[in-house]
């Protein structure tokens, strides 16, 4: 700004001191209030500093006029980065004329400098020298990973999730997942002893628990963008086995928000938790059906927990009752439903495998991969899609699933490929209906290395109280 410029300014500021058409009309957070003239200047030749009688000098709050459905001003503050400036401003008080509003192009439309829109998980703004300048974030979805495990011979096919898009890699793995490794001393638990005898133990090439225990296998749960697998795998494994284990007297669908809402000690919530601290809570206080205590996703990340609305005191030989009833008002039936303490299976594959088979489904835990967020179909394998990517797009975090089943099947070249079929709970639209293969046998994202069955606390009494209630019904 020139001197004779700024000698002007003055002189227009020293007349207008004392005016008394001061506008009340008080735009409050004035730093904060969107850019007038973000969408181009609207009226460039209405004289509204000039209607008004002139300038203010430094910040003043009050030098405003009337602006279309809005105010604008004519003190010297609006000229600083928010151009909320009356339009002939810089005319009538500086001398000079209106700024060039730069434009940024995308698709064939304009956009003004300050001005947004989301590619996948990053927001590009329009800076001025109108270049768009895009965040960096590496994505949970990512087209070129996708398109990658399409193209290769990897076993399996990645497909685009809306749930998921938009995201990114480090939010996926913050809010999808949620079991925290166990300590060391978990670690080290002993393992049972299983005396394979390879005669009477023949496995089949091909088992499902859900043709072995037709009507007794829970479907896929769908946690949301709530880190808490640990509650979820934990539920759904109990659920199983006890719905197998009654013979179907009982076929509970367990609560895994009971266990997210209850089971607060060093536990996260929706920002992960042990699997051993769940069944320990499992066994000790036990925990209402998912109907009874239903499931409330978060509706926004970090996701909050809702209190603890389910309480349990003992009847007697470690039997608990429900102290209150159902969150969910139209359920009467708040039963406790308990297991026994948990016992952790060798890593051996077979010993795994019969297991499921004599008992039902187990409770791993996995390392989730970048890549794995896309999984559709096939047998899951880690792929090298993106090991020439710089580390940010290479991350992984711990998850757990339930395992229920196996098979065997040939790839492309005829070589033999054994996998384990597993339920996640990401929703049935994710995977193949909300279950998925993984590579058998190489503990595959080391899901063979903590693997864990349990029993339901069941006695003759509860059958025949089942038994009875569900015929009177
Ligand atoms: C006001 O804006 C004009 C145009 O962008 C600029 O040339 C001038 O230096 C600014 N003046 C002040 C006081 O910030
Ligand atoms: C993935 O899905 C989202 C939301 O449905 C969509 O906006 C996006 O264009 C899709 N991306 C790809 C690569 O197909």
New binding site residues.
């Given amino acids: 700004m020139g001197p004779i410029v700024l000698t002007a300014l003055v002189l227009l500021l020293a007349a207008q001191e004392g005016s008394a058409d001061r506008i009340q009309n008080r735009r409050t957070r004035r730093e904060l209030a969107s850019p007038l003239h973000a969408g181009g200047i609207r009226d460039p030749y209405g004289s509204y500093c000039h209607r008004r009688g002139g300038c203010c000098p430094g910040r003043d709050d009050l030098c405003t006029v009337p602006y279309l459905d809005t105010i604008c001003y004519c003190d010297l503050f609006c000229n600083r980065t928010v151009s909320d400036c009356c339009p002939d401003f810089w005319n009538r008080c500086l001398g000079v004329p209106p700024p060039f509003i730069d434009v940024c192009e995308r698709n064939g439309n304009k956009f003004y400098t300050g001005q947004t829109y989301k590619e996948n998980c990053n927001l590009c703004t329009c800076g001025s020298s109108g270049r768009w300048e895009c965040e960096q974030n590496a994505c949970l ?1 990512e ?1 070129d990973v ?1 398109n990658a495990v399409n193209r290769g011979n990897y076993g399996w096919k990645a497909a ?1 999730y ?1 749930q998921l ?1 938009g995201l990114t890699l480090d939010e996926g793995i913050r809010f999808r997942l949620g079991t925290k490794k166990p300590s060391s001393t978990i670690m080290n638990m002993n393992e049972i002893q299983m005396n394979m005898d390879p005669l009477n133990d023949r496995l089949p090439l091909y088992f499902n628990s859900l043709e072995k225990w037709p009507g007794k296998i829970h479907e896929p749960l769908d946690q949301g963008n709530c880190a808490a697998s640990w509650a979820f795998s934990t539920a759904a494994v109990a659920s199983d086995r006890i719905s197998i284990q009654s013979m179907g007297h009982m076929t509970p669908q367990l609560s895994p928000q009971n266990l997210i809402s209850c089971d607060t000690r060093n536990q996260g919530g929706c920002a992960g938790g042990r699997v051993d601290g769940a069944w320990w809570y499992l066994r000790r206080r036990g925990v209402v059906t998912d109907d009874c205590y239903p499931y409330q996703p978060p509706q926004q990340t970090p996701a909050e927990v809702g209190r603890c609305m389910m309480q349990s005191r003992s009847v007697g030989r470690g039997k608990r009752q429900a102290t209150q009833r159902c969150p969910n008002t139209q359920n009467y039936h708040n039963d406790i439903y308990q297991s026994t303490p948990p016992y952790r299976l060798s890593s051996n594959e077979k010993e795994i495998m019969k297991e499921i088979m004599d008992n039902g489904p187990v409770q791993a835990i996995m390392e989730v991969h970048e890549d794995f967020f896309v999984y559709k179909s096939g047998i899951y394998k880690h792929t090298d899609v993106s090991f020439a990517k710089p580390p940010k797009y290479r991350k992984h975090g711990t998850h757990s699933v339930r395992i229920l089943g196996w098979g065997e099947d040939r790839d492309y070249n005829g070589t033999p490929r054994k996998y384990w079929i597993a339920a996640n709970s990401w929703g049935k639209n994710w995977g193949e209906n909300g279950y998925f293969r993984i590579t058998r046998g190489e503990n595959e994202c080391e899901i063979e290395a903590f693997v864990i069955g349990v029993w339901g606390r069941i006695t003759m009494e509860d059958m025949q109280h089942h038994h009875h209630r569900r015929r009177h019904i």
């Fill in positions: 979805i087209p996708i685009n809306s898009y």
